[in-house]
């Protein structure tokens, strides 16, 4: 199986926004008086903002109308957007400018595949906002990770088949909408254990590039920083 093209995940992967995501959580749970913390934030990765917000009410000790749950999730969202007005290039995660850079000096082709609809504000601030040959976000689909949608989107823009697309994620529901696309997937972080992954690593620095590539085609990425 030949690897044509690289979708990755973007919160976690490319950027810590992740962190953000966490502390924008926090402070509306602390608002309300609903238990949460970093263990039950992990459940959130890489799921819709408001699925998230179900998983966090499960800890509530009353009920919400939808109109309680829509006002919630956007002040949620506007906690989180204040938090992204501090971004910029500087916060993209270790290797990944190496890693893109060679991956576009061999002909790989390049997608972002994520279930955030801040997704192209994000991209914009860290200086990607033109950088990739396609994008799929949560604009874009009806059903976010684990479903595949994203990562379909993703490769039919790109127009490479899902066999010959390599995902990467943080996130185990983001593995999982991978392994429903028939694609590759190399976890890292917090889905570094997710054994349905083909390729595991720490974080995308210690990513083993060379190996990947020489058992799924002809590219060969020098990932050092
Ligand atoms: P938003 P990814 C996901 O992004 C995050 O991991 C997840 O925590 C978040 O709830 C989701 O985006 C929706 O984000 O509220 O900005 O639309 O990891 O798929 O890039
Ligand atoms: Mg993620």
Same mark, same amino acid.
């Given at each position: 199986?030949?690897? +044509?093209?690289?979708?990755?995940?973007l919160?976690?992967?490319?950027? !810590?926004?992740?962190?953000? #995501?966490y502390?924008?959580?926090?402070?509306?749970?602390d608002? %309300?008086?609903?238990?949460?913390? @970093?263990?039950?934030?992990?459940? $959130? @990765?890489?799921?819709?903002?408001?699925?998230?917000l179900?998983?966090?009410?499960? +800890?509530?000790?009353?009920?919400?109308?939808?109109?309680q749950?829509?006002?919630?999730?956007?002040? +949620?969202n506007?906690y989180y957007?204040?938090? &992204? %007005?501090?971004?910029?290039?500087?916060?993209?995660?270790?290797?990944?400018?190496?890693? $893109?850079?060679? &991956?576009?000096t061999r002909?790989?082709?390049?997608?972002?595949?994520?279930?955030?609809? /801040?997704?192209?504000?994000?991209?914009? @601030?860290?200086?990607?906002?033109?950088?990739?040959?396609?994008?799929?976000?949560?604009?874009?689909?009806? +059903?976010?990770?684990?479903?595949? %949608?994203?990562?379909?989107?993703a490769a039919?823009?790109?127009?490479?088949?899902? @066999? #010959?697309?390599?995902?990467?994620?943080?996130?185990?529901?983001?593995? %999982?909408?991978a392994i429903?696309?028939?694609?590759y997937? $190399?976890?890292?972080?917090?889905?570094? !254990?997710?054994?349905?992954? #083909?390729?595991?690593? /720490?974080?995308?620095? !210690?990513?083993?590039?060379?190996?990947?590539?020489?058992n799924h085609?002809?590219?060969?990425?020098?990932?050092q920083?």
């Amino acid at each position: 199986m030949e690897i +044509k093209a690289v979708i990755f995940d973007l919160d976690g992967v490319i950027v !810590s926004t992740d962190e953000f #995501h966490y502390q924008a959580w926090q402070s509306l749970a602390d608002g %309300e008086g609903i238990y949460f913390d @970093r263990k039950i934030n992990d459940n $959130l @990765r890489g799921i819709s903002r408001m699925e998230s917000l179900e998983i966090i009410l499960r +800890k509530a000790t009353k009920k919400y109308s939808d109109s309680q749950k829509a006002e919630m999730a956007a002040r +949620k969202n506007n906690y989180y957007c204040k938090l &992204l %007005e501090k971004l910029s290039p500087a916060d993209l995660l270790p290797s990944v400018t190496n890693i $893109l850079n060679d &991956l576009r000096t061999r002909g790989i082709k390049m997608a972002v595949g994520s279930s955030s609809k /801040n997704s192209p504000v994000i991209l914009n @601030r860290i200086g990607l906002g033109t950088y990739f040959d396609a994008t799929a976000d949560g604009n874009d689909i009806k +059903k976010s990770k684990p479903d595949p %949608e994203v990562f379909l989107l993703a490769a039919e823009r790109l127009k490479i088949a899902s @066999r #010959h697309c390599l995902v990467i994620e943080d996130a185990t529901a983001g593995v %999982e909408a991978a392994i429903n696309a028939k694609m590759y997937v $190399l976890a890292i972080g917090q889905a570094k !254990s997710d054994m349905r992954a #083909h390729l595991r690593a /720490n974080d995308l620095a !210690s990513a083993d590039f060379v190996e990947i590539f020489k058992n799924h085609g002809e590219y060969q990425c020098q990932n050092q920083d």
